[in-house]
């Protein structure tokens, strides 16, 4: 028997399988760096001495990747309204610029990471510097994901789009709510380990 | 056949693959405290039978070593915690049953459902494994406190790693509860009409959700603290061993407990709520009338979820806490006996006025309110800070928490399989193998508990090697831990003809009619006894009326199915 | 109630309050549990299949439960206002001035207990980290002059009677447990953190500490000694200790 409201809004609750599922996921997830957050500013308030953060990390880099994800959100936001829209090839190109720039940001943060480890820093160099390393690093798996998500939903993915359009939408839907999900984590990290 | 039965995606051949792994699990955490019980009241002489087996450098000549000790009460308490009772009473029970009691056709995401087990079975095996790798299993405590956490053996580093995976299953696992529960309902079953039961799990479910990851971000700090060297929980100037550590420390110990007591608060709501769902359904079922105060309930429930996140520090206030700090934890530990006091009183007055039929389901449930009441008044004392004083860390915590898990959720989870065998299998289990099991597990379980709150008292510490011989203070009562340990090991024979009754009945069981409880619920009600193997129903019922529909002044029969149109 | 909970003798004056509130809080539980028991097995009887065929739809009026819920509330509001909130607060505010008292330093380590004191001058030698070895677990340095007077043991915690005590607890290495049964005293002693606690011993005896958290592989063997002695037989115990390192 086919599951019912996967794609479609049940009435009553007013959303469908998948965006509600999308919500939790990302409630959890707010949970999990929720936690690294409160530990940063624990470990930190804690700390006789903090390290100067802007002197360690490499901001302009950031600030660069920072401009490079949030293109990357209104791209895919586009992306939703193209194929709401029913434009398969505009969807098609949006949803690939927006994994490519997230591939973008993926390799500036390599090349970023390869000037920490040149210049001697370690996750073990002090607290700030190990923060900084552990976050980043799962922010970058984040981001992997979503690469991956988003390239499948323009590339192989889209066979679905043929037979099963409002499920595919909801896909696409659920894809875009967790990559700006991931931007938002990104600011935040942009601000507390870089800027602040 | 491999899509069948292995890499299934119906929710029920699912929750069959969680029970068999957590039953597994179950007994592999009960085996361990049945070796570790013999060191308790014989301190330092060979396990006798299986103590060759243990391995030269566990249990050289058979004496288990104190090493060994802590790995067996550490993995104890993980596995009993993660592998065994929340898998079964979440994805074992909730799985097979939540679809079927509100009428849905599967869960609403059957991928994520089987990706939820295999990463549950991944994690369960690494921390298996973890026994197996230089220096043991972890053997930091299940709470892997650290520094010690940090300066212990590889094992810890499984630990960690099998955490990690568990939590994700149980991402997973409330992800899918959530959404099947919130959209999935049948028509007509509306928020009022839920069985109690799907409230528990809907509660358990959101406390998975939220508190499970900060307890992963706290394994992924442990982690790097361990692998990568870093020093979020190790402070400056610590030592190990005599010898100065060489890191760069400025990290807080605490912050570990902060985030481990997060989540491992919620996480005991999470043992205890699927319970007293279970219990719900059958003390409704088994006294023909419906739960009183349902609506009470469902908002005690509700309310105990939320509170849940709101006393953690109950279990720090030994770690330096000032007078306001250890008054909100108080008074938050204070207000959550509460609803807890309020749904356990509903279930005793459901029983008034009711028509009792004692078979063992019933009989477990019944057992569990008295041994939840012990279990949960003997938290008080716990809670109020003052009194934790001299019971902090000591055997009374470990009978407090093991009346509520023990006697309390696993007999829960007992009534729950007598009650729903005949769903999953279409035969009953056997009544009188099932009293012998009630028996001896009632007094056993009471045998083993009741003098570790009289040992807690007089002020015996717990997880200590040698069941505190060194003290002068628990020498005199060393006979109780003699008795708890005849206890347990009677406890384990008394499991013999249960598990003889599981295999055996579904042989030679008697054949099962359709609802043979004659209960309203849309899982006997609605669905076909045994389950059609493609989905769950022949046509989604339609639901017009509240879940315990018994005993309905001019009804023909003593119960009124949730689905039926007509009194 | 106190004889029959078996706790341990009571030996300082914080304990008595702390009893007080374990037997208040037992007594609470006990008749909670025997109330509800009454309830629940003359329940069981009367309303058996055998004795009552026919259930009832209706419930229970549910009065007396709600009373009884109503008392539970108050009795645990009763118990935290008046009775653990102010116990705690005295405990961790109501510091005395350490003038007046007995000021000794306890270090914990993977399984021992080192206790230093402050020897005539009231004052504690400085130590330092890289002093740390064998033969000097504190790392004492000997070139303070306030250090010569000090005097060091292991595991052998000596107090006077009738005099408060403040003790400044910490460890070298993972978290243990400061735990002395008999004052009802217990602390975490964790690393990278100094906390100060205080009791006042009111009886003379020689007990045992016990090491309250998982410590390692000898937690159940981290165990020392304490003597409350009058103060003329502790004067004289500290006398004939040797001093500094
Ligand atoms: C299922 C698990 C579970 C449940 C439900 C509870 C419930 C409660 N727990 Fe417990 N607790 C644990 C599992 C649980 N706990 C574990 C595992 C630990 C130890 C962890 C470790 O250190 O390893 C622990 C430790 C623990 C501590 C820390 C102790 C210490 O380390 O010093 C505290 C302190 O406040 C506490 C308090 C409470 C309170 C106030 C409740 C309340 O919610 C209880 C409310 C219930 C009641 C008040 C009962 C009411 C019912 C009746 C009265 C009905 C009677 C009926 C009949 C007689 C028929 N618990
Ligand atoms: C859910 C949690 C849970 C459960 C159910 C139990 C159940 C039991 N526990 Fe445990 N325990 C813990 C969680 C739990 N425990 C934790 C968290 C700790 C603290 C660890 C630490 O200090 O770090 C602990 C510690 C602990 C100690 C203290 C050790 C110490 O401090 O030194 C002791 C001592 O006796 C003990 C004993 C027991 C016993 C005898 C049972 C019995 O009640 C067991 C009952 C089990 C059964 C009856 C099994 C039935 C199963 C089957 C029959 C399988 C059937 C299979 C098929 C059909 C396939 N446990
Ligand atoms: Cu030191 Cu336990
Ligand atoms: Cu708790």
Redo the contacts between chains.
């Keep these: 028997?086919?599951?019912?409201?996967?794609a479609s809004v049940?009435p009553d609750?007013g959303?469908?399988?998948q965006k509600?599922?999308m919500w939790?996921?990302l409630?959890?997830?707010v949970?999990?760096?929720?936690?690294?957050f409160s530990?940063y500013a624990?470990?930190r308030s804690?700390?006789?001495?903090w390290p100067d953060q802007s002197s360690i990390v490499n901001v302009r880099l950031a600030t660069v990747n920072t401009a490079v994800l949030i293109a990357s959100s209104v791209a895919i936001l586009r992306a939703v309204a193209a194929l709401r829209g029913g434009n398969i090839a505009r969807f098609r190109a949006l949803m690939a610029a927006t994994a490519t720039l997230g591939i973008i940001f993926l390799a500036i943060k390599s090349v970023e990471y390869r000037g920490e480890l040149a210049e001697g820093l370690?996750?073990?160099?002090?607290?700030f510097v190990?923060?900084y390393?552990?976050m980043t690093f799962?922010h970058a798996m984040h981001v992997t994901g979503g690469v991956l998500v988003n390239g499948f939903l323009c590339g192989p993915g889209m066979v679905m789009n043929r037979h099963d359009a409002p499920r595919f939408l909801g896909r696409v839907e659920a894809a875009a709510l967790y990559w700006n999900f991931i931007d938002v984590i990104w600011i935040l990290m942009f601000i507390v380990l870089y800027l602040l | 056949m491999f899509r069948k039965y292995i890499f299934s995606l119906d929710h029920k051949v699912i929750g069959l693959q969680y029970a068999l792994t957590s039953l597994c699990f179950l007994l592999i955490g009960f085996s361990l405290a049945v070796v570790f019980r013999w060191q308790l009241a014989y301190p330092g002489q060979p396990v006798p039978i299986i103590g060759r087996w243990l391995g030269e450098l566990n249990a050289p000549g058979g004496v288990v070593?104190?090493?060994f000790y802590?790995q067996l009460v550490a993995m104890h308490g993980t596995i009993m915690v993660f592998l065994a009772v929340v898998p079964l009473s979440v994805g074992a029970f909730g799985n097979y049953l939540i679809p079927l009691q509100i009428g849905?056709?599967?869960m609403?995401?059957?991928r994520?459902n089987m990706a939820s087990y295999w990463t549950y079975l991944a994690g369960g095996l690494v921390m298996l494994v973890s026994f197996f790798v230089s220096g043991g299993a972890p053997?930091?405590?299940w709470t892997s406190?650290p520094?010690?956490a940090v300066?212990a053996t590889l094992g810890q580093t499984f630990w960690l790693v099998g955490m990690f995976l568990l939590i994700v299953s149980a991402?997973f696992g409330?992800?899918?509860t959530?959404?099947t529960i919130?959209?999935?309902r049948a028509p007509g079953l509306t928020w009022f009409r839920l069985p109690f039961f799907i409230w528990a799990q809907l509660v358990t479910a959101f406390l998975l959700?939220?508190?499970?990851?900060?307890l992963?971000?706290?394994a992924?700090?442990q982690f790097?603290d361990r692998v990568?060297?870093?020093?979020?929980f190790m402070?400056?100037?610590?030592?190990?061993?005599?010898q100065?550590v060489n890191?760069?420390?400025?990290?807080?110990?605490?912050?570990w407990q902060?985030?481990f007591w997060?989540l491992a608060h919620p996480e005991v709501y999470v043992l205890i709520l699927p319970a007293m769902g279970i219990v719900g359904e059958i003390i409704a079922n088994n006294?023909?009338?419906?739960l009183?105060?349902y609506r009470v309930m469902v908002y005690a429930i509700i309310f105990l979820g939320f509170m849940s996140f709101a006393v953690w520090a109950h279990h720090m206030f030994?770690?330096?806490?000032?007078?306001v700090i250890?008054?909100f934890f108080?008074?938050t530990t204070?207000i959550i006996?509460?609803p807890s006091?309020?749904i356990?009183?509903a279930l005793?007055?459901?029983?008034?006025?009711?028509?009792?039929?004692?078979n063992t389901p019933m009989l477990f449930a019944?057992a569990f309110?008295?041994m939840f009441?012990?279990g949960g008044?003997?938290g008080?004392?716990l809670g109020?800070?003052?009194?934790d004083?001299?019971?902090?860390?000591?055997m009374y915590v470990v009978g407090h928490f093991h009346y509520v898990v023990a006697p309390g959720t696993i007999f829960a989870l007992f009534a729950g399989i007598y009650y729903w065998y005949p769903k999953v299998t279409g035969r009953m289990m056997n009544e009188a193998l099932g009293w012998i099991h009630f028996g001896g597990s009632f007094l056993c379980m009471n045998g083993i508990l009741f003098p570790m709150l009289?040992l807690g008292?007089?002020?015996v510490?717990r997880?200590?090697?040698?069941g505190?011989m060194?003290?002068?203070?628990a020498q005199p009562l060393h006979n109780l831990q003699v008795g708890m340990s005849y206890a347990a090991w009677a406890l384990a024979l008394f499991q013999l003809p249960f598990i003889w009754n599981v295999f055996a009945s579904l042989k030679f069981g008697r054949v099962a009619d359709a609802n043979p409880w004659q209960a309203t619920t849309l899982e006997w009600a609605a669905a076909p006894t045994p389950p059609l193997a493609?989905?769950?129903f022949e046509t989604i019922p339609a639901v017009y009326r509240p879940a315990y529909e018994?005993?309905?002044?001019g009804a023909a029969d003593?119960f009124v199915p949730q689905n039926s149109t007509s009194v | 109630m106190l004889r029959w909970?078996?706790?341990?003798v009571e030996a300082s004056a914080q304990a008595t309050?702390?009893d007080l509130?374990?037997a208040l809080?037992?007594w609470?539980?006990l008749a909670?549990?025997v109330g509800?028991?009454i309830?629940?097995i003359y329940?069981?009887v009367r309303?058996?299949?055998g004795a009552?065929?026919?259930?009832?739809?209706?419930?229970?009026s549910?009065r007396l439960?709600r009373l009884?819920?109503i008392g539970?509330?108050a009795a645990?509001?009763i118990?935290?206002v008046f009775?653990?909130?102010p116990?705690?607060?005295a405990?961790?505010?109501a510091f005395p001035t350490e003038q007046q008292v007995t000021v000794v330093r306890v270090v914990a380590?993977?399984f021992i207990w080192n206790i230093q004191y402050p020897g005539p001058d009231g004052v504690f030698g400085r130590t330092r980290?890289?002093l740390?070895?064998?033969d000097n677990?504190l790392g004492l340095d000997m070139t303070d002059p306030a250090a010569r007077d000090d005097v060091w043991t292991q595991n052998q915690l000596n107090l006077p009677v009738d005099r408060p005590v403040i003790v400044h607890l910490s460890s070298?290495?993972?978290?243990h447990?400061f735990?002395l049964?008999q004052m009802?005293?217990?602390?975490?002693a964790?690393?990278?953190?100094e906390?100060r606690l205080w009791f006042t011993p009111t009886r003379t005896g020689e007990?045992?500490i016990?090491?309250?958290?998982?410590?390692?592989?000898?937690?159940?063997?981290m165990?020392g000694f304490y003597t409350i002695q009058t103060q003329t037989d502790f004067n004289a115990w500290l006398a004939s200790q040797p001093t500094g390192l």
């Design positions: 028997m086919e599951i019912p409201y996967t049940r609750t959303v469908t399988n509600l599922g939790l996921f409630a959890s997830e949970m999990l760096f929720g936690s690294l530990s624990l470990l804690g700390a006789m001495t370690r996750p073990s160099t002090n607290n190990g923060l390393f552990v799962l | 070593l104190p090493e802590n849905a056709p599967d609403a995401f059957p994520l053997n930091s405590g406190y520094p010690l300066f991402l409330s992800v899918n959530i959404t919130v959209q999935l959700l939220l508190a499970f990851p900060p992963q971000g706290a992924i700090l790097a990568l060297g870093t020093s979020f402070p400056s100037g610590l030592f190990s061993g005599g100065a890191r760069a420390g400025g990290g807080n110990p605490l912050l902060h985030l997060f006294t023909r009338k419906p009183w105060g030994l770690t330096g806490m000032g007078t250890s008054a108080q008074t204070m006996s509460v006091v309020i356990l009183t005793l007055l459901s029983l008034y006025g009711g028509s009792i039929r004692f019944l309110l008295p009441g012990i008044l003997s008080l004392p109020l800070a003052a009194s004083i001299p019971l902090h860390d000591t009289i008292l007089a002020g510490n997880r200590l090697y040698d505190g060194q003290y002068a203070l493609h989905g769950n018994y005993s309905v002044p003593d | 909970l078996g706790l341990p309050r702390i509130i374990i809080v037992h609470l539980m909670m549990f509800w028991m309830f629940f329940v069981l309303f058996r299949r009552h065929p026919k259930a009832r739809y209706e419930g229970a549910g439960a009884a819920e539970v509330v645990e509001v118990l935290l009775f653990s909130i116990t705690w607060s405990r961790v505010d380590e993977q980290r890289e740390v070895g064998p677990p070298k290495d993972v978290i447990s735990g049964p009802r005293v217990k602390q975490d964790i690393p990278g953190i906390q007990w045992e016990a090491c309250s958290q998982l410590c390692g592989l000898g937690h159940y063997r165990r």
